[in-house]
Nanobody
Framework: QVQLVESGGGLVQPGGSLRLSCAAS????????MGWYRQAPGKERELVAT??????TAYADSVKGRFTISRVSLKNTVLQMNSLKPEDTAVYYC?????????WGQGTQVTVSS
């Protein structure tokens, strides 16, 4: 079993910042990537950012220059979100891609509103 625990969501005004954290535990062998996805009401889940075990990163065009993904440790990742916009409002999910498959966290709500 693999568990992912997310934290750091909440309500923030436009232009503000939030920091999301994800900690993985359990039967983790080979980590390929860790990342963040989001799903807004009525929309499909979409990629936000990913980071490989060697530190390579990828971002959705909509968040480039505003969001930064990093690895605190092998099993912990952080998403720093700056200059937040109302369109960033969504449930954010942590994802870990292992040699044995993909696993997801329970999601954390991010709401950007004045």
């Amino acid at each position: 079993q693999v568990q992912l625990v997310e934290s750091g969501g909440g309500l923030v005004q436009p232009g503000g910042s939030l920091r999301l954290s994800c900690a993985a535990s359990g039967s983790i062998f080979i980590i390929r990537t860790m990342g963040w996805y989001r799903q807004a009401p009525g929309k499909e889940r979409e990629l936000v950012a990913t980071i490989t075990s060697s530190g390579g990163t990828a971002y959705a065009d909509s968040v480039k220059g505003r969001f930064t993904i990093s690895r605190v440790s092998l099993k912990n990742t952080v998403l720093q979100m700056n200059s937040l916009k109302p369109e960033d409002t969504a449930v954010y999910y942590c994802n870990i891609r292992l040699s044995q498959g993909d696993y997801w966290g329970q999601g954390t709500q991010v709401t950007v509103s004045s």
